[in-house]
């Protein structure tokens, strides 16, 4: 086997693990970007609920002033 037949070999084999290395990072960033986005999903979800049962208090006590200024 020659020098350069060997290099050759060499930069193949590192060519090869650096494009799988390079194409598992761009799948994990996206995996992490979903992930990233399903928790976001879920924060807001709750932000809304909290945000209804905020109104929905208010509405309530607003009422309740209501049907007290009336006696």
Do not use: C, P
Request: charged content about 20%; glycine content about 6%.
């Amino acid at each position: 086997m020659d020098l350069q037949t060997a290099f050759y070999i060499i930069g193949i084999v590192f060519m090869s693990i650096m494009l799988l290395i390079m194409v598992t990072l761009v799948i994990v960033a996206f995996v992490i970007k979903a992930k990233i986005h399903a928790i976001q999903q879920r924060i807001e979800d709750k932000l809304a609920i909290v945000t209804n049962i905020a109104h929905v208090g208010g509405e309530v006590l607003g009422t309740a002033k209501k049907a007290f200024k009336r006696r």
